[in-house]
């Protein structure tokens, strides 16, 4: 692992640090290596700008250092009932506030009421030239000036060292329980989880996981007590089929467990693709292209993402994989990797470069932080 | 310009669309020229009716060979002077490309053009058990595509969010011509979010030619609950409550007893009108979920002691209470020949401080004020009574706007949460944030656009700005900042 070569206290000492570097990559809690290793690039290590700086629980915002661990804040929010309805992955694993904006991915519980794009009210960031730069604002809704917090998701540390972020939080819901279908193939999994999502019952999560047995489906549904069995017995209904229903622990472990990628291998470069019902047929036939129908794979979100934990062994042919998302118009963000193939984090099929190009030159003229 | 530039340039506009649907002199041209925001006017050199994305290029192409400016323009219900036409330059009329591409069900997402009008999409999802959520009380003439501009609201937008949170992908002129691509039809992405970039930059970027919106499944059932307060605190208070208790409203909204009687002189919504603060809050959701939810609800609410509580008695009922609501803002214009709206942002819990100051404000400068507004998210929205034919209203009212604005900023909230800062706020936004902030702003616009051609003169403080026509000065204008014709 490269070495840290700063660690600033404040947003005045990244200043300085930008300032001094050729080039020079933030790292957060190291969670993604893949998307923070670059070759040459100084390490700027932001774990020292933590805490919670404002939390007010009756406007539904929470303001964050960009190096608290995302576990601090979901510890804070819990107590007072509320989380973040975007279910940050790696929490356990040491994933902060920074990272998780710059890495813009989210858990199964972004179906219910979106993704931290939706979610993220405000950030502070020194740019490429070293300028403290805020957009946004600390309230729940705002339309003033360009919306700089939502080109930061997903700007993988490319745009800019975040500082602060302020996000919108919900309450919690009071109860939640999931039902599972076990064995499932493919395409009858996803015709199900179609069915139950076109009902009227409200869905926090739906995943289909990759298993021994073929497909689990996974659908975890919550809100008030008092109505949740009836709810669950009518999702059940729609499924036609045995279905096991997890409650308490067994349905709050099962999450966490999946956020934190617990069934991926620890050596597996693990990739997350963003798609739709309809073209999760297509990422299948890409893996079977290349021989790869075996590997661990989840689809998250009701379908709306995949996660692939792609083996160590078959690393060589992660540029084969690189051309047949491209062929397939997927696209691919390798949030594990191993460092050696790290440069570019992005596989597949891309959009929007002309334009990307553009504000890169606006915010990092002198490339300090690499381009994507 | 050259006369023999500029005749060479309608030329070039006219033989690429057809002298029909090239618009030149002051007649044809004079619903083009300001938006909702009467206030201003401004004349362009030419409107252009343009009837596909091919068109749309074109256009910006032959603008940007000459280096004129330009705009799109939607339904021109615009608060802020968003679509005011630049001076000289050429409006870009979106109302003809108002196909729906494509409504898929599997996906839930729709695929449009940008002169489809709101509530079109809701419609045409409804056999497959969809809606597009974001509802602005002008939804039946405003497009997808000025919505886009502005990141549109609603007032059912407490849950699902405003018109960012439900735009997928899209395709984009950028002001040289340069034709792109940018998200998909999924809700997750890679990289940089460059739509939500694009989404709210108020026309600066370029215009959105195909827009991919995500649809949602219609609510099974609704629970709408009006109560009326003897004082507008009390209904704030009676929010914070229903906050507090961890319920989350698909709605929460509140009207003061002026907008109340302007309401029920229009539509006749049935709202009591001795009432000073009227609370409308919506459960919305699957049928059990909502019982579950409403018995929670009845009791906060009853805690905060309402006069009268009013539960909708079915579809209809519920119909015309949003009726009264979703009318506010015209129906005030009944009572008065002008009337600005405001559209600031408060932290929720400041709302009662931020009634106080504005009713105390009004005073002042004797003026009017008429407060609806999306509590639940701290959304104000005063509204200035003033008659323009009267010597000096339009200045005072204009005064009491700044004002206003300012509290936001102090309060620690917005300058708008909506409407978008247009022509109308833009010294405001200098306010709100820091020269670096608003530096960082102007060096992403001038590195997608040199030229500054997109919607030039809008948002930015310091941007040179569109001449004006008729009415008095305008602050701006006193302070040197903008001029008239
Ligand atoms: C399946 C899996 C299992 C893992 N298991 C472990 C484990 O057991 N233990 C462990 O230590 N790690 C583990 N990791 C590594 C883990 O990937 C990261 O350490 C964490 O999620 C990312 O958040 P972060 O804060 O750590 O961001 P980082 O990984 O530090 O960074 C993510 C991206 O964000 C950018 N970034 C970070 N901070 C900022 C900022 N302030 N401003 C701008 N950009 C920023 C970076 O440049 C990078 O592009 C695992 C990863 C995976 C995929
Ligand atoms: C009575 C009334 C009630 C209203 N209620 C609400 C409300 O509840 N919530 C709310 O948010 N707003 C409300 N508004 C304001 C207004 O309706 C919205 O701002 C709306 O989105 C404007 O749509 P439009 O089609 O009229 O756009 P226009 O006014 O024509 O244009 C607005 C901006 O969008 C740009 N634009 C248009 N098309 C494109 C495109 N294809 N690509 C890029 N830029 C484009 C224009 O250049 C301009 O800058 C209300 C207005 C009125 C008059």
């Known amino acids: 692992m490269t070495a840290v070569d700063h660690r600033p206290a404040s947003a ?19 969670t993604k290596p893949a998307l923070w290793s670059v070759d040459g690039a100084d390490v700027l290590d932001v774990s020292a700008l933590g805490g919670i700086t404002e939390y007010l629980p009756s406007e539904y915002t929470v303001t964050a250092l960009a190096g608290t661990l995302l576990a601090e804040v979901e510890a804070r929010l819990a107590a007072e009932g509320q989380y973040l309805p975007f279910d940050p992955l790696l929490v356990a694993a040491g994933s902060t506030v920074g990272g998780a904006v710059a890495a813009g991915a989210n858990g199964p519980g972004r179906l219910r009421y979106g993704g931290l794009r939706d979610f993220l009210l405000a950030v502070t960031f020194v740019d490429g030239r070293g300028e403290i730069v805020r957009g946004g604002a600390k309230v729940v809704k705002n339309a003033a000036g360009f919306d700089l917090p939502k080109l930061m998701v997903g700007s993988l540390g490319r745009l800019g060292v975040l500082t602060e972020c302020t996000f919108k939080v919900f309450p919690h819901p009071e109860s939640c329980a999931t039902l599972r279908v076990a064995g499932m193939a493919l395409d009858e999994a996803i015709e199900a989880a179609g069915r139950v999502g076109a009902g009227a019952v409200e869905i926090e999560c739906l995943d289909l996981v990759h298993g021994l047995a073929g497909w689990d489906l996974e659908i975890r549904i919550g809100g008030r007590s008092f109505a949740l069995d009836a709810r669950l017995k009518r999702a059940a209904d729609l499924l036609d089929t045995d279905v096991i229903t997890l409650s308490g622990d067994a349905d709050a472990s099962l999450w966490r467990t999946r956020r934190e990628f617990g069934w991926a291998s620890p050596d597996a470069s693990v990739l997350k693709l963003p798609l739709t019902p309809a073209t999760a047929g297509a990422l299948e036939q890409v893996l079977a292209g290349l021989d790869a129908s075996h590997v661990a794979r989840a689809y998250s979100a009701g379908i709306q993402q995949a996660f692939v934990a792609w083996p160590a062994e078959r690393v060589a042919d992660l540029p084969a994989l690189d051309r047949a998302l491209t062929g397939a118009k997927l696209t691919a963000l390798a949030l594990r990797a191993p460092a050696n193939a790290a440069n570019q984090p992005i596989l597949g099929y891309r959009t929007g470069g002309e334009l990307l190009c553009r504000v890169e030159q606006a915010l990092d003229p002198a490339g300090r932080f690499g381009r994507l | 310009m050259a006369t023999a530039d500029a005749a060479d340039f309608l030329d070039a506009l006219t033989r690429r669309l057809g002298p029909d649907r090239v618009l030149t002199g002051a007649a044809p041209m004079a619903a083009y020229e300001s938006d909702a925001l009467t206030a201003f006017r401004a004349r362009p050199r030419a409107v252009v009716l343009v009837d596909s994305a091919e068109e749309v290029v074109d256009v910006v192409r032959l603008c940007a060979a000459a280096n004129v400016p330009f705009l799109a323009r939607g339904s021109g219900t615009s608060l802020s002077g968003g679509s005011l036409p630049v001076h000289d330059g050429v409006v870009i009329a979106m109302n003809r490309l108002n196909r729906i591409l494509e409504v898929d069900p599997v996906r839930r997402t729709a695929v449009v053009e940008p002169g489809v009008v709101n509530l079109a999409v809701s419609d045409a999802a409804a056999p497959y058990g969809l809606y597009y959520s974001p509802d602005p009380s002008s939804q039946s003439v405003c497009t997808i595509g000025g919505n886009l501009a502005f990141n549109s609201g609603g007032a059912h937008c407490l849950k699902y969010g405003m018109t960012s949170n439900h735009v997928l992908g899209l395709e984009v002129v950028l002001p040289d ?104 809050v919506e459960l919305e959701g699957e049928k059990q979920q909502v019982a579950a939810e409403s018995a929670l609800l009845l009791e906060v609410v009853r805690r905060s002691k309402p006069y009268l509580e009013h539960i909708a008695s079915d579809p209809d009922d519920r119909m015309r209470i949003w009726k009264g609501r979703k009318s506010a803002f015209s129906a005030v214009g009944r009572l008065s020949p002008d009337y600005i709206v405001q559209d600031g942002v408060v932290p929720r819990s400041r709302l009662g401080e931020a009634l106080t100051k504005i009713q105390r404000l009004g005073e002042e400068h004797g003026i009017r004020v008429a407060n609806v507004f999306h509590a639940g998210d701290g959304n104000l929205h005063p509204l200035i009574l003033f008659d323009g034919r009267v010597e000096g209203e339009l200045e005072r009212a204009e005064e009491l706007a700044g004002e206003i604005l300012r509290l936001c900023i102090d309060l620690g909230g917005s300058i708008t949460g909506e409407h978008g800062v247009g022509m109308e706020k833009r010294q405001y936004l200098g306010e709100m944030f820091g020269e670096a902030d608003l530096d960082a702003m102007r060096r992403i616009r001038l590195a997608i656009d040199p030229a500054e051609l997109a919607n030039r003169g809008k948002m930015f403080p310091d941007a040179e700005a569109p001449a004006l026509l008729s009415h008095g000065p305008h602050p701006l204008e006193a302070a040197g900042v903008i001029s008239r014709e």
């Not at chain 2, 215009?207 to 609704?222: D, F, G, N, V």
């Not at chain 2, 029920?264 to 609370?279: C, I, M, N, Q, R």
């Open chain 1, 12 to 30: 005045a000492e990244v200043v300085e640090a930008v300032g001094g570097a050729e080039r020079i990559v933030p790292r957060g809690g190291g």
């Open chain 2, 177 to 280: 011509g340069e034709v792109i691509e940018i998200g998909g039809d999924s809700l997750e992405g890679v990289g940089p979010d460059l739509v939500g970039l694009f989404v709210g930059s108020e026309g600066l970027f370029g215009i959105a030619t195909r827009i991919t919106l995500r649809l949602l499944p219609k609510p099974e059932t609704y629970f709408t609950l009006l109560a009326a307060y003897d004082s507008l605190a009390a209904a704030g208070e009676a929010v914070a409550a229903v906050v507090a208790s961890g319920l989350l409203p698909g709605a929460m909204e509140i009207m003061d007893n002026l907008a109340i009687e302007a309401a029920e002189a229009a539509v006749g919504a049935g709202y009591p009108l001795d009432a000073e603060g009227l609370l409308i």
